[in-house]
């Protein structure tokens, strides 16, 4: 393991989380300026075996697959291979039935496409075919005119934009990102894992089991019941204020809010409220867009090397912490994508409530920003992350790259305390 001096409350941080009972196994990696600073790892790959957590363990990280998704997508854009301007029945004409015509690539990037859910079960066998899930969604009505509201596309993004970069390359997402990102920087980074790499990674536990007498305001608290994301899907809020840092809290998945550490707790609880109901409902759109194609239905969930290996570009990477770091340092750093291209990409396109997860979201393309349900400390950071806890962080102005995988699920939509706090010792150590 490795940790900078000057990043010595990281380091603290994160022997406190084992030390209290917090963390299973897991592991926190730190790029400043584009120097590895920190490269901490601890505890057991998979509770059942007492295997360790070794420094080439790499995790199921969910949702953190978006941010990358979109860095694939935008490269087609530089090449004048996709225009995200146009509608998406430009590449691929059946995507137009159901009136559907005028969708374009940003409304899929920016959860503005008004599909977030699938609405007919899709089998355990199609779990590997792709196009096939997309040509369900291409079949499908919008449930809101697209481009008048946002709502996270939390499974049905990828197949979405999957399969925009099917039609135009006739690759898919995963085998793009290992020949144009992962292979080029050496990333330890898949989006469809190999079986040697199935064979090493962590086995996800799931956090306290939801109970519907428990406060849907209590931190690390599910406020419903576990999806198809399950082990550990999270459906709360991280409602404990988020701690003082030298800029307002948030960033850009599922946080909602900026201002000088104020919870969305504190500033509308009966959207906490809202949310606990929607998560209680089995019919509701957050339960719809969390469990379709069920995870659950397969034998381990996301343990299941049916989905490891089937590299969802919406939930799909298999990465290890440094892996997850070193992605959005080669991003700021312009290896993947050119500066001005990122600026861009980083540009809000949707901020509000939420209509999948209630709370406020931020979305520039692909990439969240800032809200209450990305809770960063920095303003200016960006990134994605995943159901459970797992995250990935960039930050231009900070010259930062972050990433942190574990395997004991957090049952809170936002994220968890654990990553907060790490992020917050990053920040505190500048």
């Known amino acids: 393991?490795?940790?900078?001096?000057?990043?010595?409350?990281?380091?603290?941080?994160?022997?406190?989380?084992?030390?209290?009972?917090?963390?299973?196994?897991?592991?926190?990696?730190?790029?400043?300026?584009?120097?590895?600073?920190?490269?901490?790892?601890?505890?057991?790959?998979?509770?059942?075996?007492?295997?360790?957590?070794?420094?080439?363990?790499?995790?199921?990280?969910?949702?953190?697959?978006?941010?990358?998704?979109a860095a694939v997508l935008l490269q087609l854009v530089e090449r004048g291979l996709?225009?995200?301007?146009?509608?998406?029945?430009?590449?691929?004409?059946?995507?137009?039935?159901?009136?559907?015509?005028?969708?374009?690539?940003?409304?899929?990037?920016s959860h503005q496409a008004g599909l977030p859910v699938l609405e007919e079960p899709v089998p355990v066998e199609e779990f590997e075919d792709q196009p096939a899930i997309a040509a369900r969604l291409a079949g499908q009505r919008p449930l809101w005119e697209p481009g008048s509201a946002h709502g996270y596309h939390a499974l049905t993004y990828g197949f979405l934009v999957g399969e925009v970069v099917r039609r135009v390359t006739g690759?898919?997402?995963?085998?793009?990102?290992?020949?144009?990102?992962?292979?080029?920087?050496?990333?330890?980074?898949w989006v469809g894992a190999p079986d040697p790499v199935i064979g090493r990674a962590a086995r996800l536990t799931a956090g306290e089991r939801p109970?519907?007498?428990?406060?849907?305001?209590?931190?690390?608290?599910?406020?419903?019941?576990?999806?198809?994301?399950?082990?550990?899907?999270?459906?709360?809020a991280v409602t404990e204020p988020a701690p003082a840092g030298p800029g307002p809290a948030g960033t850009?998945?599922?946080?909602?809010?900026?201002?000088?550490?104020?919870?969305?707790?504190?500033?509308?609880?009966?959207?906490?409220?809202?949310?606990?109901?929607?998560?209680?409902?089995?019919?509701?759109?957050?339960?719809?867009a969390l469990g379709n194609p069920a995870i659950n239905l397969l034998k381990g969930g996301a343990n299941n090397p049916v989905i490891l290996r089937a590299g969802w570009p919406a939930a799909g990477v298999v990465t290890t912490a440094r892996g997850l770091a070193g992605f959005?340092?080669?991003?700021?750093?312009?290896?993947?994508?050119?500066?001005?291209?990122?600026?861009?990409?980083?540009r809000p396109r949707v901020d509000g409530p939420d209509r999948v997860?209630?709370?406020?979201?931020?979305?520039?393309?692909?990439?969240?920003?800032?809200?209450?349900?990305?809770?960063?400390?920095?303003?200016?950071?960006?990134?994605?992350?995943g159901a459970g806890g797992s995250i990935g962080v960039g930050d231009p102005q900070r010259g930062l790259a972050i990433?942190?995988?574990?395997?004991?699920?957090?049952?809170?939509i936002s994220g968890n305390l654990r990553g907060i706090r790490l992020l917050q010792a990053v920040y505190d150590s500048l």
């Not at 957590?53 to 697959?65: G, I, K, L, N």
């Not at 009966?270 to 759109?285: C, I």
């Not at 990305?374 to 303003?379: A, G, H, I, L």
């Not at 990433?403 to 809170?412: D, E, F, I, Q, S």
């Open 1 to 69: 393991m490795h940790c900078d001096p000057r990043f010595s409350r990281v380091r603290e941080v994160f022997e406190r989380h084992f030390a209290d009972g917090e963390e299973l196994g897991a592991a926190f990696a730190v790029h400043l300026d584009g120097e590895l600073v920190v490269d901490l790892w601890d505890g057991v790959a998979d509770r059942h075996t007492g295997r360790p957590w070794e420094r080439d363990t790499p995790a199921f990280a969910y949702s953190c697959t978006k941010a990358i998704t």
């Open 82 to 109: 996709v225009d995200v301007a146009a509608p998406v029945a430009e590449v691929w004409p059946e995507f137009a039935a159901e009136g559907k015509g005028a969708v374009t690539v940003e409304h899929l990037l």
């Open 171 to 189: 690759k898919s997402v995963g085998e793009l990102v290992s020949a144009e990102i992962a292979g080029p920087l050496g990333l330890e980074l």
């Open 211 to 236: 109970r519907n007498d428990r406060p849907a305001t209590t931190p690390d608290t599910p406020a419903g019941p576990a999806t198809s994301a399950t082990p550990g899907t999270t459906l709360t």
């Open 252 to 288: 850009g998945d599922e946080q909602a809010g900026t201002g000088g550490g104020a919870t969305a707790a504190g500033r509308a609880p009966n959207v906490l409220a809202e949310m606990a109901k929607a998560a209680f409902d089995p019919g509701s759109l957050m339960n719809r």
């Open 328 to 346: 959005y340092r080669a991003l700021i750093a312009g290896e993947i994508l050119r500066p001005g291209t990122l600026q861009e990409a980083l």
């Open 357 to 385: 997860l209630v709370l406020g979201t931020s979305f520039g393309l692909g990439f969240m920003r800032p809200s209450a349900t990305f809770v960063v400390p920095s303003p200016g950071a960006f990134g994605h992350s």
């Open 403 to 412: 990433g942190y995988v574990m395997n004991r699920m957090a049952n809170a």
